[in-house]
């Protein structure tokens, strides 16, 4: 069986999108559940995740092309689990509907690489407009 660890990462974009740095789930159970991802204090969030930098690059090319392959726009989180004992790195689901309070894990991700709430915002509403605009132009 494989014994993960837990990573995600923040993709932003259209069609150049960015992937934010790579960060870590620590649940307080062996199971990500309910309660430890919505009742306070019981997960820990490592952002960024403490892993080499090689690991971490691949990841996040792994996250921009998944999100390609799903012909993604605006955002999505894409989760990874890496076996603790091989180094293999899993994609585990693209997430396009990713949670998106302030203390949500995307918004989270986009701070500590340097795009604050408000000007991730921003950067969203772009990307919507940047969108509509092509399709009216392609139809």
């Known amino acids: ?3 993960p ?10 069609d150049d999108p960015q992937a934010s ?6 649940p307080a ?3 990500y559940d309910y309660a430890d991802k919505y009742l306070e204090g019981r997960t820990q969030y490592l952002i960024p995740a403490p892993i080499d930098a090689a ?8 996250a921009v092309a998944a999100f390609k392959a799903i012909d993604g726009a605006g ?3 894409v989760d990874f689990l890496l076996d603790k004992a091989s180094g293999a790195i899993y994609l585990n689901e693209v997430n396009t509907f990713p949670g998106f309070t ?8 986009w701070e500590a690489t340097g795009l604050p709430y408000p000007k991730l915002l921003d950067r969203l509403i772009a990307l919507a407009q940047e969108r509509h605009a092509d399709r009216r132009t392609k139809n």
């Open 1 to 3: 069986g494989v014994s």
């Open 5 to 14: 660890r837990e990573l995600e990462v923040a993709v932003l974009g259209n």
């Open 21 to 26: 740095i790579v960060g870590e789930i620590i």
């Open 29 to 31: 159970n062996d199971w």
């Open 55 to 62: 690991v971490s690059d691949q990841i996040r090319e792994m």
């Open 75 to 77: 955002l999505a989180r």
């Open 102 to 109: 302030s203390g949500s894990m995307y918004p989270k991700l």
